[in-house]
């Protein structure tokens, strides 16, 4: 398989769940990111992994929280998540080398928390 | 901090139509600049970019020329299809090593046959 995959596509959730959303880069870059796209607002930058570490977090909740055990895994780790965070997650990748690279992003999983 | 505008949607063209989307952006470094389509149901995809002044970055048909005296990155296509139908962004990476991409918020083009 090539590119970006993110799994599952499709999530409907109780805010007293916990779950996960997967994404895997099979491109050999070196960076991971977590977009949130809510209707009607920009894409929001999440976090960014670059080299497996963190180095971006933009104040998002606590009830969100990345891993990125390798290069190729990046996971967003769910629990009493609130209506509000019902959105398309996105993730992308691209190789660090300098700043300006390109991301490539997945298709996305679509979460609905009820 | 840095900003990308683009021209509010949605854009509704008849086939074979010429298409313009107007972006805009404010940074304080010389940064990319980036157009990324949106297929309903999928992922942002690359659609082109340009790196520095006077870049024109093309593909598919599509084309922007970095305009730095204009801070513009306006997205052109001559003809448009009816598979060209989807959401448009515009977006920026800055120059000083993040890897941060900052989007506009999207132009929603539909093109009817």
């Known amino acids: 398989e090539t590119g970006v995959t993110q799994t599952p596509r499709h999530l409907v959730m109780g805010m007293t769940n916990k779950k996960s959303l997967k994404c895997e880069q099979h491109?050999?870059?070196?960076?991971m990111y977590w977009y949130k796209q809510s209707a009607k607002k920009p894409l929001e930058l999440m976090f960014v992994y670059s080299l497996e570490e963190r180095v971006e977090n933009n104040s998002v909740p606590s009830r969100f929280s990345p891993e990125c055990p390798n290069s190729s895994h990046l996971f967003l780790h769910l629990h009493t998540l609130q209506p509000e965070d019902s959105a398309l997650y996105l993730c992308a990748s691209s190789q660090v080398a300098g700043g300006q690279e390109t991301q490539y992003f997945g298709p996305g999983t679509r979460l609905l928390v009820l | 901090g840095d900003s990308v505008t683009q021209m509010e949607g949605p854009v509704t063209l008849s086939e074979e139509a010429f298409l313009t989307i107007n972006c805009t952006y404010t940074?304080?470094?010389?940064?990319?600049l980036f157009w990324y389509v949106q297929y309903p149901g999928e992922g942002l995809q690359l659609l082109l970019k340009a790196t520095k002044a006077d870049d024109k970055g093309s593909n598919k048909g599509f084309e922007a020329t970095y305009r730095k005296e204009t801070t513009s990155f306006h997205l052109e296509k001559g003809s448009v299809q009816v598979s060209d139908s989807a959401v448009y962004f515009c977006a920026l990476s800055d120059q000083g090593g993040s890897e941060k991409l900052v989007f506009g918020k999207g132009t929603k083009l539909t093109v009817n046959p």
């Open positions: 491109l050999g870059h070196n960076a």
């Open positions: 940074a304080t470094g010389y940064p990319s």
